[in-house]
């Protein structure tokens, strides 16, 4: 390993990204419980909407943040050329703010003038969008503690807020997202604040750079299509459940979904800084990370499905309008073994090795197989069990693609399977 390599985390970044990632679950539980708890399935509803849809937001950045991390993952902020990304600054946000701008107006003017739930996703693009284009520099560039500062206090925020609104019990749904929206607004001049090196002054003209934005976008591109469709195969059951059944049946389902997502956010707290410390590690090293990273996984996941097993009497005890969660809960949680290991071990390995397209490839089939599934399992039962079924196949599915992928990857790299060797 290199100096550079080695004083490239500190303890200190690893206690404020433990810090950090503590709080988001604790905000992730708390929110999760009250929620469903002290409102009603129509407010649920309205949130766990917007928080399925907001997260394809990622697409209208059209590869261009993951295209910065791909090309820059290896340098600190000093070395960054400032310039350039003044000019990736300026020409960003200006296209996010337009893109912003006409979906706002259309989601409005579409059901009849009516603020809805989706309304409030083309708002929250631009921050969103923003927001992780200055978290994956901050990141990239090794600034741990900066990131898991304003995340800490993001959650923090968001939790006081969320507790508030349940204590006045006004606003409904509406509340919650106007709340939501003005925190990220917050948050974000937080950000630019901190990446105010490559925010200004204002130098650098935009035709100079026109060749080097585009190959940023083209490096994304295969990347956030990826990280897009494996949103979609994350989601895919969500969806169906929110296009085809009753709010009560969607929130129901939601609320399994979420439980498991919250498990699996606890595992996946080191996945800040794994992909930036995988990227300044040579070739042939990855293959035992590679390895490593996947039994951690299977640890992690087993010590968190044990805990799930508990979940039940919670729900019971705590919140018995959601007792239909439960058969949901059991089947989802055999998604956690796959959603980690595809997350932590494959999806990271395969952006250090600059898989793009590789990985763009695993997610289109699994993705599309995900679609599939579930259309079948509902035409054919319309029931919310065989569509849970499908997503732990699909899942497995993804992980065991993925995995091949590497595995020839690294032995056509180094004639050998490292990943088979201590």
Request: proline fraction near 3%; include cysteine; charge should be positive.
């Amino acid at each position: 390993m290199t100096a550079k390599e080695g004083n490239f985390l500190k303890r200190s970044d690893v206690v404020w990204v433990g810090a950090s990632n503590i709080m988001a679950l604790v905000t992730a539980v708390i929110i999760g419980l009250a929620l469903p708890r002290f409102t009603s399935y129509e407010t649920y509803a309205g949130y766990r909407e917007y928080t399925l849809f907001i997260g394809f937001s990622g697409l209208l950045h059209f590869g261009f943040v993951n295209g910065v991390a791909l090309r820059y993952g290896h340098l600190n902020l000093n070395e960054l050329p400032h310039e350039t990304f003044r000019v990736y600054s300026r020409v960003f946000a200006l296209a996010e703010l337009i893109l912003a701008a006409i979906l706002t107006s259309v989601f409005y003017a579409a059901p009849g003038g009516c603020i809805t739930p989706l309304f409030f996703v083309a708002v929250n693009m631009f921050l969103e969008n923003l927001r992780s284009y200055f978290s994956t520099i901050t990141i990239i560039t090794g600034r741990f503690r900066t990131d898991a500062l304003l995340q800490f206090l993001y959650r923090g925020i968001q939790l006081l807020g969320f507790v508030i609104l349940l204590w006045k019990r006004t606003g409904g749904w509406q509340g919650f997202l106007l709340f939501i929206t003005a925190l990220n607004a917050a948050v974000l001049t937080a950000y630019a604040v901190s990446c105010s090196v490559i925010v200004i002054p204002l130098s650098g003209k935009i035709n100079d750079h026109r060749a080097d934005i585009i190959e940023t976008i083209r490096r994304g591109i295969p990347v956030l299509l990826g990280e897009q469709l494996s949103l979609l195969i994350l989601e895919a059951d969500s969806i169906f459940a929110r296009l085809f059944f009753d709010a009560k049946q969607f929130s129901v389902y939601s609320f399994a979904v979420y439980i498991i997502v919250t498990a699996y956010t606890i595992i996946s707290a080191a996945n800040t800084v794994i992909f930036p410390y995988l990227k300044r590690l040579e070739e042939k090293d990855l293959a035992l990370r590679y390895k490593e990273l996947k039994q951690i996984s299977l640890i992690l996941s087993l010590i968190m499905w044990i805990f799930l097993l508990l979940c039940p009497v919670v729900i019971r005890r705590l919140m018995p309008g959601y007792e239909d969660s439960i058969p949901f809960l059991f089947i989802l949680s055999g998604t956690l073994f796959f959603r980690t290991l595809q997350g932590m071990a494959c999806s990271n390995t395969m952006k250090a090795l600059d898989m793009e397209k590789e990985y763009f490839r695993c997610c289109i089939i699994s993705g599309a197989a995900a679609v599939i599934s579930d259309t079948a399992a509902y035409m054919i039962r319309r029931d919310l069990r065989p569509i849970a079924v499908c997503s732990v196949l699909v899942f497995a599915f993804w992980y065991f693609l993925c995995d091949h992928m590497i595995r020839r990857r690294l032995v056509l790299k180094t004639g050998k399977s490292g990943i088979d060797k201590k």
